[in-house]
């Protein structure tokens, strides 16, 4: 039996880390900068943050699968990756995946620390 190899496109809307997720005095993306600036990452560098919540998602394979409140399908990515201080973050993000034609998209939510609390314990 051999898997088959779907190709997956991961999209970020451009506003979504300039104007939340690295604006400290955004009211609801305020406290996720704090927790993203702790391990490194900086308003200046908006790329290296989006690398980081797409290879977030890839590392952490495949998601489980959930609905919002308004009833939208999203996929919830909960683990760790890379932060550029060279620790390990522990992170939940949030995608929602679209059937494009014939190609697959995965369109980003949102990114949450993930702290002792909310993680998933393990075996």
């Known amino acids: ?61 495949p998601g489980t699968p959930s609905t919002t409140r308004v009833g939208k399908r999203v996929i919830v990515f909960e683990g760790t990756v890379p932060a550029p201080d060279g620790r390990d973050m522990p992170l939940r993000t949030v995608w929602e995946p679209l059937q494009v034609a014939d190609a697959r998209e995965m369109h980003f939510v949102t990114a949450v620390p993930l702290t002792r609390r909310r993680s998933k314990s393990k075996p």
């Open 1 to 61: 039996m051999t898997d088959d190899i779907v190709q997956v496109a991961w999209y970020i809307a451009s506003p979504k880390i300039p104007h939340y997720l690295s604006d400290l005095d955004h009211p609801v993306g305020g406290s996720k900068a704090k927790y993203l600036m702790r391990f490194g990452f900086t308003a200046a560098e908006p790329a290296v943050l989006a690398n980081a919540l797409v290879m977030h998602a890839m590392g952490n394979l």
